[in-house]
């Protein structure tokens, strides 16, 4: 019997070679797009600063405790903008941590599985909400209950703004947080039951600590989210830049600082509108730091199945 060679469609195997060669290409060319995008950031960031340190001695900026650029006599100490920051953020995963990270417990160990779809985007849906909501919210509504609550708390104040951007972060570290427990494999759950825990024993003994790398990255991640929140801030907590520990007074972020030079009527390449690029670089070191942080601590707790 013959047997018949099988025709080979030379055009068809002409264009998968051509794509397998082409999309590589393609997708490298997007990651170089990103990588330059980041390093023109920093670089912006760099060199506008160096005019603002030529101005101001970098010492003086890290260590002083006034911040006054704008007035007749100014003074360019960043440490009050950092404390608002630091702060604001603290307030935030106050709020944000325990509720987060027991959502995402009960989500992975305890919520049955129509529960959890219909709960899980539920929850989500707030990272969709615009953050200047939130801060209309924040002055509107939390600020008023807290003054019913506590009379001397200022109209702008550090409290209320830390408590709204705990609430717009909840999301980032409950799905984050959750996704890593669910990636904890059940033969894990399964011995710990075989040998006598609890559902909790299990959840905060077994799947916490074994996902514990991916918990931390959320946690990283939402705050510095909250580091980096505008609007919130700027409608909330004021602009009294003030070397302010009581939650319940005015203060002022260095991401609201921004905006409020950013939209004003300081004129270009004066020293007080290159203290918007020196703020920036500090924000921006500040995150770095966060996120080296969290990958050391990751790189240390990761658990690998």
Not at 33 to 59: H, K, N, Y
Not at 121 to 133: K, M
Not at 149 to 177: D, H, K, R
Not at 241 to 256: D, E, G
């Given at each position: ?66 911040w006054t650029p704008l007035f007749s006599d100014p003074k360019f100490g960043v440490l009050p903008l950092v404390t608002g920051t630091l702060l604001v ?160 007074q005015s203060i002022q972020t260095l991401t609201a600082y921004i905006v409020s030079v950013s939209s004003g009527d300081t004129s270009y390449g004066s020293?007080e509108y290159m203290t918007i690029y020196a703020v920036g670089i500090t924000l921006f070191v500040m995150t770095l730091a966060m996120n080296i942080l ?12």
């Amino acid at each position: 019997m013959e047997m018949k060679t099988p025709r080979v469609n030379y055009k068809k195997k002409k264009s998968m070679i051509s794509s397998d060669v082409l999309i590589p290409k393609i997708l490298a060319f997007f990651a170089v797009i990103s990588i330059l995008t980041t390093v023109g950031i920093v670089l912006i960031l760099v060199f506008e600063s160096l005019g603002f340190f030529r101005e101001v001695p970098f010492w003086q900026f890290i260590t002083g405790t006034e911040w006054t650029p704008l007035f007749s006599d100014p003074k360019f100490g960043v440490l009050p903008l950092v404390t608002g920051t630091l702060l604001v953020t603290l307030i935030a995963s106050i709020v944000a941590i325990p509720i987060g990270l027991g959502s995402a417990i009960y989500l992975s160990e305890y919520a049955p599985s129509k529960v959890r779809n219909i709960v899980k985007p539920i929850l989500e849906i707030l990272a969709g909400i615009p953050t200047i909501v939130y801060g209309f919210f924040a002055l509107n509504f939390v600020t008023p209950v807290l003054q019913f609550i506590i009379p001397q708390t200022e109209i702008f104040n550090a409290l209320s703004a830390g408590i709204v951007v705990g609430i717009m972060i909840i999301p980032i570290i409950c799905s984050l947080s959750e996704d890593a427990m669910m990636a904890v494999p059940n033969s894990l759950r399964n011995g710990a039951y075989a040998l006598g825990s609890t559902k909790l024993e299990v959840a905060l003994k077994i799947v916490v600590p074994a996902a514990l790398s991916g918990i931390i990255a959320s946690f990283v991640l939402g705050l510095s989210r909250a580091v980096g929140e505008t609007m919130i801030v700027t409608l909330a907590a004021g602009n009294l830049a003030q070397m302010a520990y009581n939650p319940l007074q005015s203060i002022q972020t260095l991401t609201a600082y921004i905006v409020s030079v950013s939209s004003g009527d300081t004129s270009y390449g004066s020293v007080e509108y290159m203290t918007i690029y020196a703020v920036g670089i500090t924000l921006f070191v500040m995150t770095l730091a966060m996120n080296i942080l969290a990958r050391t601590i990751s790189k240390r707790f990761r658990e690998e199945y």
